[in-house]
């Protein structure tokens, strides 16, 4: 499958969107280690699409948006120990996370 990041209603496409709560002073750090965790692991595993990372402007919370081509993909990675180390990290920094597969039920643009 040869896809880009889109997000449209209906699609086959298994979104992952994880909210971590940090204290402001580890906001930089967090979205530092997941772009890093992105570019050196993530992206390179098989069923990956895309991930945007979100940094609130309070400074209290990081969002990533994750797309994979299908659940058992997402599966295969959050299950692989590399990942895991990564991943690790990223808990640590974090106050608390709330990861969840999500369907995209609707979209609207302007």
Not at 41 to 49: A, L, Q, S, T
Not at 54 to 83: C, F, K, M
Request: proline residues 3%.
């Amino acid at each position: 499958m040869n896809a880009t990041a889109t997000i449209a209603a209906h699609t086959r496409v298994t979104t992952l969107i994880n909210v971590f709560t940090v204290k402001p002073e580890n906001q930089r750090a967090l979205v530092d280690l997941l772009v890093k965790t992105t570019d050196e692991v993530m992206r390179h595993r098989e069923g990956f699409i895309s991930t945007a990372v979100h940094a609130s402007t309070d400074g209290t919370r990081v969002a990533n948006y994750a797309q994979w081509e299908t659940e058992a993909h997402l599966r295969a990675v959050l299950a692989d120990p590399i990942a895991q180390q990564q991943l690790d990290g990223a808990r640590k920094l974090a106050e608390g996370f709330e990861p969840n597969i999500y369907a995209v039920e609707s979209v609207h643009h302007r």
